[in-house]
T-cell receptor, first 114, second 118 residues
Framework: GESVGLHLPTLSVQEGDNSIINCAYS??????FIWYKQESGKGPQFIID?????DKRQGQRVTVLLNKTVKHLSLQIAATQPGDSAVYFC?????????????FGKGTHLIIQP | DAGVIQSPRHEVTEMGQEVTLRCKPI?????LFWYRQTMMRGLELLIY??????IDDSGMPEDRFSAKMPNASFSTLKIQPSEPRDSAVYFC?????WGQGPNNSPLHFGNGTRLTVT
């Protein structure tokens, strides 16, 4: 089954509101997590990453939270803008693995309402 | 920084034909990855290289698929013969650091090649 998944396939938010995209992972030993944004016709674009020794990391308008107790990852986007419309993927890296240890979720489609 | 460059952007070919996809990684990135993306299966790793050497090709679906990296700035993914089920978007990605510990750098993706095999 899917080791990295998303609670909602589609998320619709009002422009200016904050968005929260959730991701569940199954391997409690995973040590590195990445969030990607993919716009139509483009490749996944790196947004932010976090290592397992952290529980929070902030970037420009984005924050990633890692809750290892419940194996949950979230991406918070502040003051959502039309340009934030895209599919967002979380990726999880298992320890001891090479590139095959990186598993991508199916993605959440973020829709911005004007 | 030009990013990862892939060509062609679109490829339409007939079943049985040979297809070659090309990738130029970001300069200085020692790791190069080939992924395939479909609606049904999402992103799947096909193969990855470290310093031009293939490390893991277990994701390559069949012998019809082959990948090479003759130098640090160029890689190809070849499908011969192509089949309709190969239709997908193929992504190349690179990273300066990737390993078995938590000290990794994220993968940076190109904009992909959309392959359609009729």
């Amino acid at each position: 089954g899917e080791s990295v998944g998303l609670h909602l396939p589609t998320l619709s938010v009002q422009e200016g509101d904050n968005s929260i995209i959730n991701c569940a992972y199954s391997n409690s030993a995973s040590d590195y997590f990445i969030w990607y944004k993919q716009e139509s016709g483009k490749g996944p674009q790196f947004i932010i990453d976090i290592r397992s020794n952290m529980d929070k990391r902030q970037g420009q308008r984005v924050t990633v939270l890692l809750n290892k107790t419940v194996k949950h990852l979230s991406l918070q986007i502040a003051a959502t803008q039309p340009g934030d419309s895209a599919v967002y993927f979380c990726a999880e890296k298992r320890p001891g693995g090479g590139a095959d240890g990186l598993t991508f979720g199916k993605g959440t489609h973020l829709i911005i309402q004007p | 920084d030009a990013g990862v460059i892939q060509s062609p952007r679109h490829e339409v070919t007939e079943m049985g034909q040979e297809v070659t996809l090309r990738c130029k990684p970001i300069s200085g990135h020692d790791y190069l990855f080939w992924y395939r993306q479909t609606m049904m299966r999402g992103l799947e790793l096909l193969i990855y290289f470290n310093n031009n050497v293939p490390i893991d090709d277990s994701g390559m679906p069949e012998d019809r698929f082959s990948a090479k990296m003759p130098n640090a700035s160029f890689s190809t993914l070849k499908i011969q013969p192509s089949e309709p089920r190969d239709s997908a978007v193929y992504f190349c990605a690179s990273s300066p650091l990737w390993g078995q510990g938590p000290n990794n750098s994220p993968l940076h993706f190109g904009n992909g090649t959309r392959l359609t095999v009729t």
